[in-house]
């Protein structure tokens, strides 16, 4: 039997969450029919099974459960509440939970969190980013910000309420006003949220919505006449189904970007296209391939794929890993620029290194804006503050291993 | 004739009174517990345990727990979710906040907590019927999804809100293997079961009952309505509560709002509808239905197409899987109003007639 | 008139009906109602006679029970396929045991609801006219919801429904259930006087079988769930075993109520 | 002949009672006597159901009082009114569908039943020993009703006589004092009438009980009561011995007609 | 002040919407006693519907005019209402006569199920776009007298418009055809109504139908908002409180109700939620819908419950 390295995918592509979750899915789906098509990873071929969630935590933790039984090397539970729960159980199941662009802030603290690698980015990271990008807009440093009014309209659940801890320390440090304005899941009724708005004339909105909430906040906007130039969305509200519909009514629109956009121009795409695709054997429409969210898909398989790659490398190339091996490999990702040109993603995404301290590996992001017809990057590179974001990653793991009574990882314990 | 009671003749009341007193349920029973105890745990895989039995376990519980307050005492509640979600969070904060707090501690005292809560909300159903008393208790339902999210003293002040749990023990044997926790789980609902079998067939089970099938008649004869459908709101969110902290503690390990939305009321209703309102058994099958069936489908369904030669994509199982869903829904109460433990004991009733059609 | 000349218009031919799939309710039961005629179906408590009438009126299925033998035939058309709306079309009506009114309607409006198959305006009206004479109680409480009425006034209130719709046939069970005596007169005497002026043919349960027997011109008695005995109204209500069980009576006397010791006795044709 | 009367156990005055326009009940007065059994007959809609109804607390009138054994009560709920004694049965069947008959006459004895709820859970002691005093009890009343074969099944599947059966059983089970039953023989043929004109009669005659009876078989009236109140939309016009009812002509126009 | 009759404005706009919803609720509850859990899936499926052939009319026809697509949208889609409501009968409804609420609502459950299976398969479960060209840029008024002015949507000015038109539509229905007898029979009790001769199966096709035709201007409308997609379906649970303070059996209850409720909620969030966090608009509705409850346990126009025996 030829080797094979499992992958699970929990995806949803039914339910409140559907349009997101389809494009994401098929963008990972077809990322690993790439590497197959590549000749797998050192001549290991990729298997994977799909397991559809509909966004709900107890059916992906089934999911999770019936997949992780067929040799899981990592798992994506796609969902902050599944992550959350599956958190829990991945030390024990020995299976890293790799959280791309999502999932519990705190855990880029590797020394806490063993299992987790939120890679590229989490939400404070995009906080941020987005209050650098506001900054820049009012001219200059983050000085700029006093005084101003910044609501922050959030889907109603730990996934909207990430940003808070770090936006509220920003204000404090920098002098804005934040107003909070939760919106009830699934977010197809906004009117209260809006008209408060409209009193309360904030100078920016930062839009932290997932599925219709999107589109229904920016659809809110247009009808109460606020400017959507003053919008900023976190990168799960930035991509074309959360426009489309509004197309015209959404110009000016700002999302932030977990680095990539959609990149149809780039080289992983046409690759896809033209050895996925073009052999019949592309997961979605075609004309899907490239846009924001397949991007997401792709980085995100791209990523755990190529932990995979740095454990074989250790472990024994031409090997399929376990669980451990690969999260060593997580764990040691050194993505240089070279590499990522190899792979396609030149253009794509600046290059990531994690370590045992910070399973994270990078903290860049751009913006994008909506012209109305596509997204167009309106900002160069954006580093979250290391200063701003480390402490708080810190303490909040802190808290975290204090409640569970885990004990910091060892030094040596980082080298194994 | 297998089945057949013929030769059983009681000698008193007490033994008429058995929870099973036909000597092949019994049997049945003991069989079944056979399995369950020690069977199951022997031969079933990691994956049966954790995510099928062990949900399935406290579902049922749950619907338990709802079938006393809907089935037995005929109070629509949609509220169901909330109180699992009080009882997961009043425990966890004990278990939290007070050192040394015992799991067994913690469950009871979250099964208060839902209590509390259920009775405040119960309140109305002493004024408003039927459907109506539907708004009362789905107002139960967003109140608490929203209180635990906003107010963050229920959590801990984590700032997503959500929680979690480790270390978990009862009488100082560490609950964190699948087998240990299937255990726990079905040592818990097979005590409350019998309690509340037992509460079922006594006094108490009758004058619920009265008021739900008729509560003007059931005053006339000396049933104090307040003081019945209180104590069911009370039973019932004690269970349901206890469920939730097991949700919460043994299942998911960490869990948001979110993990006990409205939609957990509405599939714990549909559970103890689809097995049979006022039957401790139909929880438990409508339980597996509702929990079990549609990862059984999605498992199933790809093979059946591969048999026909076809492939399936992901979207058109999870379609298939919903449409098949309802449909049996459907067709299982047509073919039995009453619901599954209804159709079963059809089923034993041909059984004792056997082989004779009528 | 004996049951004979006239032609069947109802003719029901050994049907078995089973409730739940399980309890098999009849078993066998055959009737024939001739045009024009009052036939009366007597039987103890359970004995089957509402089984029947459901039967006839296809209002079985609500009940989960349903014909597994035997043929219901109405003027030689086979009906057990008939949805019970397409029998009142052809005239056959049933009001049912235990009133059944429209809880939250009127009165009025529980009679108006009973022309649904009707359309002309004036002819309902009349109807309407006709009902209220026949039963003048429930004018005057023609506007309260039918739930508020005493227990006799919806007994009336279903009857006259059912007789809004202008009916061919009608299936009675138990009309004179909770109707003072007067009252019970009356409705057999209407019973009486449409059979006779517009030829309207009656399939009627009843407990009062001395009032039945003497209204009816044929009479079947039932027994779990089959008939034990059938024959002309007068001959049955001469028939010994009818008199005493049925009419209560010792010899030719009625029995005082108060006098009857040996309640635990129970003669039956079956064993 | 008559058996001897003790004192007034219950005692109806001047009550009035009327529903939006509709006066159901004006001014009536009279009372019930130790073991006798007392009939209220009229035409269909005079009143008779709302009289029990007032007595057992289903309807508060608007005016006068009732007392029972002396003791007055206006504005008493029906579990007071239960406590204190009285059984009812209902004209419209008022059974608990979903059980079975015997649950339903068990219900008839939750009065006398004092464990608690922890105890019942857990069915120990007293609680076990009580349930099956009670069933006992019930089991009596199974056998005297004659509906042993139906022990288990659901009443909601019964013929209408066996359900009225039932209905008696569950207000016998309160081991009531004064007994009112509603119209208990409707829908029932001389026969079944014969029957349940032998349990009346017996439980009054065994047990004392004092029986209320609504009935409009003037057969069974005259034989089995005492004495006799007619209603007539709203209000008394007669009271007496059934012979006496039955030469008053106010009571033969308004509801006997001629041939009685 | 300017922005209090701001929010009531847009309170009073939200409710009409809800009502819209709430009425399928009222019709079939009204027709059989069955509280129809699966209205929310009709809305969605309708809509589903509707904006699909919108999309499909053109590619097959070759036509190119949007009014023409929209109205052949709209009748195809009423027509697909028409499919379901037939096959509910046949399948669900008719070998259910005379079964509890419960059953009922259960196996209207099992619907919801289906049509959510059936509507993503065959019309995909992507967010599809309903265009009747609504305004969608806001109008201010008042600005003289108010600081600010008043912000007023036309496009829900026309949605509420809609709404009372069909309200008013419906209870002429009912008033006049005589159905509306008819229909609160069957709902008090199938069998008698059966007996009398009203043919529950005709019935029950042409209120399902009419609750689908209502469902489909509830989902045009609210898809036209929102864009068409799965989470449509969750209005239902928005319009729940309106139905049950409306009462559940009243067509102009379901419009106070959504009025009352449209409004509470919105003053409520603008005005208590700042105090507490905000998100208090769901459960606040639920508990002013409940405090109305207490006072007249029927809802507001509802039909009083009726207990005696
Ligand atoms: N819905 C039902 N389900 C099951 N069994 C039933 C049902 N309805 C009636 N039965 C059974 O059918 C038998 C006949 O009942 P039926 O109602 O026809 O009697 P009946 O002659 O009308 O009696 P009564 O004079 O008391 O009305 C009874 O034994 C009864 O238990
Ligand atoms: N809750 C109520 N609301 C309105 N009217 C009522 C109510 N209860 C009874 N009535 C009316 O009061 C009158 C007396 O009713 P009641 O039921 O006492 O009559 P009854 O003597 O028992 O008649 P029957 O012999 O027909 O049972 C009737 O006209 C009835 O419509
Ligand atoms: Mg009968
Ligand atoms: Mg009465």
């Not at chain 3, 218009?9 to 005629?37: A, C, F, R, T």
Request: with cysteine.
């Amino acid at each position: 039997q030829a080797k094979e390295q499992f992958i699970p995918v929990l995806s949803y592509r039914t339910g409140p969450y559907a349009p997101n979750g389809t494009p994401w899915a098929n963008g990972y789906i077809d990322y690993m029919k790439l590497v197959n098509a590549r000749g797998g990873i050192n001549g290991v071929k990729l298997a994977w099974e799909e397991c559809e969630t509909g966004y709900d935590t107890a059916r992906s933790v089934e999911c999770y459960e019936r997949l992780k039984g067929k040799g899981a090397s990592f798992v994506q539970p796609l969902s902050t509440g599944a992550t959350f729960a599956i958190t829990e159980k991945a030390p024990v199941d020995k299976i890293p939970v790799v959280t791309i662009g999502y999932g519990r802030s705190e855990s880029a603290d590797g020394t806490v969190f063993k299992w987790n690698f939120p890679i590229a980015g989490t939400y404070w990271v995009a906080s941020d980013a987005i209050l650098q990008a506001i900054a820049k807009k009012e001219g200059g440093g983050m000085d700029k910000l006093k005084g101003k009014k910044i609501a922050l309209v959030y889907h109603d659940s730990p996934f909207g309420k990430e940003p808070i801890p770090l936006m509220q320390e920003r204000a404090r440090m920098h002098g804005y006003d934040l107003q909070l304005l939760p919106v009830a899941h699934p977010g197809v009724e906004q009117k209260s949220t809006w008209l408060q708005i409209r009193q309360a004339r904030p100078d920016y909105v930062v839009l932290w919505g997932w599925g219709i909430m999107n589109t229904t906040a920016i659809k809110e906007a247009q009808a109460t006449g606020y400017p959507r130039e003053k919008m900023y969305g976190v990168w799960w509200a930035g991509a074309e189904p959360d426009v489309k519909d509004v197309a015209d009514g959404a110009k000016g629109y700002n999302a932030v970007t977990m680095q990539h956009g959609a990149e149809p121009q780039s080289k992983v795409v046409k690759d896809i296209l033209a050895m996925v695709h073009e052999k019949g054997q592309g997961t979605g429409p075609k004309d899907e391939v490239g846009q924001v969210l397949y991007m997401r898909g792709a980085m995100s398989a791209m990523l755990g794929i190529e932990g995979i790659r740095a454990a074989q490398e250790r472990f024994g190339k031409g090997k399929v890993m376990t669980g451990e091996q690969v999260r060593w490999g997580l764990e040691n990702l050194n993505l240089t620029q070279p590499k990522l040109d190899a792979l396609g993603f030149a253009g794509v995404m600046r290059p990531i290194s994690t370590s045992c301290a910070d399973h994270m590996g990078a903290a860049w992001a751009r913006i994008h804006t909506w012209d109305g017809k596509q997204w167009k990057f309106t900002s160069d590179w954006l580093q979250a503050d290391d200063q701003v974001i480390k402490p708080l990653v810190k303490s909040t793991a802190a808290k975290y291993a204090a409640e569970k009574k885990l004990e910091p990882r060892t030094p040596a314990d980082c080298q194994s | 004739m297998l089945y057949r009671e013929n030769g059983q003749f009681k000698t008193s009341y007490r033994s008429d009174q058995q929870i099973f007193p036909i000597r092949q349920d019994r049997v049945v029973i003991a069989l079944f517990a056979l399995v369950a105890f020690v069977l199951v745990p022997a031969l079933a895989s990691d994956y049966t345990l954790r995510a099928l039995l062990i949900p399935f376990l406290i579902m049922a519980l749950a619907a338990l727990g709802v079938n006393i307050l809907v089935g037995y005492c005929g109070q629509i509640s949609l509220g169901s979710g909330a109180f699992m979600a009080v009882g997961a969070y009043g425990a966890f904060n004990f278990f939290a906040r007070i050192d040394g707090m015992p799991l067994l501690g913690a469950l009871v005292l979250g099964g208060l907590c839902a209590t509390a809560f259920g009775l405040l909300f119960g309140l109305p159903s002493l004024r408003v019927k039927g459907l109506y008393l539907a708004v009362a208790t789905l107002a139960a339902q967003f109140f608490a999804d929203w209180m635990f999210l906003r107010v963050k003293w229920f959590t801990m002040d984590t700032p997503s809100g959500s929680v979690s749990v480790s270390n978990l023990q009862v009488f100082g044997l560490p609950i964190e293997s699948d087998i240990s926790k299937y255990l726990f789980c079905l040592s818990v609902l097979v005590v409350i079961g019998i309690l509340a079998k037992n509460l079922v067939r006594s006094a108490i089970g009758r004058e619920w009952m009265a008021i739900r099938d008729m509560d003007v008649a059931a005053a006339v004869i000396g049933i104090r309505p307040m003081y019945a459908k209180l104590s069911a709101f009370a039973v019932s969110s004690f269970i349901i509560g206890v469920a939730g902290v097991l949700w919460a503690f043994v299942y998911l390990g960490a869990w948001e709002p979110a993990a006990f939305s409205v939609d957990m009321s509405f599939r714990l209703l549909f559970m103890v509808i689809i097995g049979g309102l006022g039957s401790i058994m139909g929880s438990f099958i409508g339980a597996g239905f509702i929990v079990l069936l549609p990862i059984f489908l999605n498992q199933f369904l790809p093979v059946l197409a591969g048999l026909v030669g076809l492939e399936i994509s992901t979207v058109g199982i999870a379609h298939a899987e919903l449409m098949i869903f309802g449909a049996l829904i459907v067709w299982f109460l047509i073919v039995e109003p009453h619901g599954l433990a209804k159709l079963w004991s059809t089923g034993k009733q041909k059984l004792r007639l056997w082989p004779f059609p009528h | 008139m004996t049951a004979t000349a006239a032609p069947i218009v109802l003719d029901v031919n050994g049907i078995e009906v089973i409730y739940n799939h399980v309890i098999l309710v009849l078993k066998g039961v055959s009737l024939q109602v001739p045009e024009g005629g009052i036939v009366a179906l007597l039987g103890g408590n359970g004995a089957g006679k509402t089984t029947t009438l459901r039967a006839v009126s296809n209002l079985l299925r609500g009940e989960r029970g349903e014909v597994t033998k035997g043929s219901i035939e109405l003027r030689g058309e086979r009906i057990e396929n008939l949805s019970p709306a397409q029998l009142v079309q052809r005239g056959v009506v049933q009001v049912m045991e235990g009133r059944h009114c429209f809880a939250h309607l009127t009165i009025e409006e529980n009679l108006l609801t009973g022309a649904y198959t009707r359309s002309s305006k004036g002819e309902i009206a009349a109807s309407l006219e006709k009902v209220y004479t026949y039963f003048p109680r429930l004018k005057t409480r023609r506007t309260s919801q039918a739930a508020y009425t005493s227990g006799g006034e919806q007994q009336m209130c279903a009857i006259g429904r059912a007789l809004m719709a202008q009916p061919s046939l009608v299936l009675l069970d138990e009309p004179s259930m909770g109707l003072a005596p007067q009252i019970v007169e009356e409705v057999f005497e209407i019973v009486k006087d449409l059979n006779a002026r517009e030829n309207v043919t009656f399939l009627l349960a009843e407990q009062n079988t001395s009032m039945a027997l003497r209204y009816a011109n044929y009479g079947y008695i039932m027994e779990n769930g089959r008939v034990v005995m059938d024959g002309p109204a007068r001959e049955l209500a001469d028939n010994e075993d009818v008199k005493e069980f049925y009419l209560g009576m010792g010899g030719t006397e009625r029995k005082s109520f108060r006098e009857v010791k040996s309640y635990r006795r129970r003669k039956r044709w079956l064993a | 002949m008559r058996r001897p009367f003790g004192e007034v156990v219950l005692e109806v005055e001047n009550i009035s009672l009327s529903f939006g326009g509709v006066k159901a009940l004006s001014d009536i007065s009279f009372d019930v006597r130790e073991h006798e059994v007392r009939a209220i007959i009229g035409p269909n809609g005079a009143g008779k159901s709302s009289m029990l109804n007032c007595i057992n607390g289903v309807y508060q009138p608007q005016q006068g009082a009732i007392r029972f054994r002396g003791r007055e009560f206006r504005h008493m709920n029906s579990r007071q009114v239960a406590e204190m004694g009285v059984g009812r049965t209902f004209q419209n069947l008022a059974l608990f569908k979903g059980m079975s008959v015997l649950d339903n006459i068990m219900t008839g004895r939750n009065l006398k039943i004092r464990s608690n709820l922890l105890l019942q859970a857990l069915r120990i002691g007293p609680a076990e020993r009580e349930e099956i005093r009670q069933r006992e009890f019930v089991e009596h009343i199974i056998d005297f009703l004659e509906i042993q074969p139906w022990r288990k099944t659901p009443v909601g599947q019964l013929p209408y006589g066996l359900q009225k059966r039932v209905d008696l059983g569950r207000a016998l089970a309160m081991e009531p004092q004064v007994l009112l039953l509603d119209e208990p023989m409707a829908g029932m043929n001389v026969e079944e009438k014969q029957d349940m004109c032998r349990f009346i009669l017996d439980v009054n005659d065994e047990f004392g009980t004092t029986v209320v009876l609504i009935e409009h078989d003037m057969g069974v009236v005259m034989d089995i009561s005492d004495r006799v109140v007619v209603l007539d939309y709203g209000r008394k016009i007669g009271d007496g011995t059934p012979q006496e009812v039955r030469a008053n002509e106010d009571v033969v126009r308004a509801y006997l007609g001629t041939s009685h | 002040m300017g922005f209090f009759l701001e929010t009531l404005l847009g309170g009073l706009m939200a409710g009409m919407l809800y009502a819209l919803v709430a009425l399928g609720f009222v019709l079939i509850f009204k027709a059989s006693g069955v509280f129809n859990f699966a209205q929310g899936a009709m809305v969605l499926f309708a809509a589903l519907a509707m904006a699909r052939f919108a999309e499909w009319v053109p590619a097959w026809t070759g036509l190119d005019n949007k009014i023409v697509a929209n109205v052949l949208a709209f009748l195809l889609a009423g027509a697909v209402m028409f499919v379901v409501a037939w096959l509910v009968e046949l399948l669900v409804l008719r070998r259910l006569v005379n079964q509890e609420a419960a059953t009922l609502l259960m196996a209207t459950l099992g619907i919801t199920y289906f049509l959510e299976g059936v509507g993503q398969t065959i019309f995909g479960s992507s967010i599809y776009k309903i265009d009747i060209g609504m305004p969608k840029d806001p109008v201010i008024v008042f600005d003289q007298v108010f600081q600010g002015g008043i912000l007023i949507n036309k496009e829900d000015v026309i949605a509420a418009c809609i709404a009372a038109g069909l309200v008013a539509l419906l209870t002429l229905f009912f008033q006049k055809t005589g159905t509306g007898r008819a229909l609160r029979a069957v709902a008090d009790d199938h069998q008698a109504a059966q007996s009398i001769g009203i043919p529950l199966d005709r019935i029950w096709v042409i209120v399902w139908c009419v609750a689908g035709v209502v469902a489909l201007v509830a989902g045009m409308i609210w898809g036209s908002k929102l864009g068409v997609q799965f989470s449509l379906a969750t209005v239902a649970l928005r319009a729940l409180p309106v139905v049950i303070l409306g009462g559940l059996t009243s067509v102009p209850g379901a419009i106070i109700g959504g009025l009352i409720i449209g409004v509470g909620e919105k003053l409520s969030e603008v005005y208590i939620g700042p105090l507490v966090g905000g998100g208090i608009e769901i459960w606040f509705a639920y508990v002013l819908a409940l405090g109305f409850l207490l006072i007249r346990p029927q809802g507001l126009f509802g039909e009083k419950i009726i207990d005696r025996v």
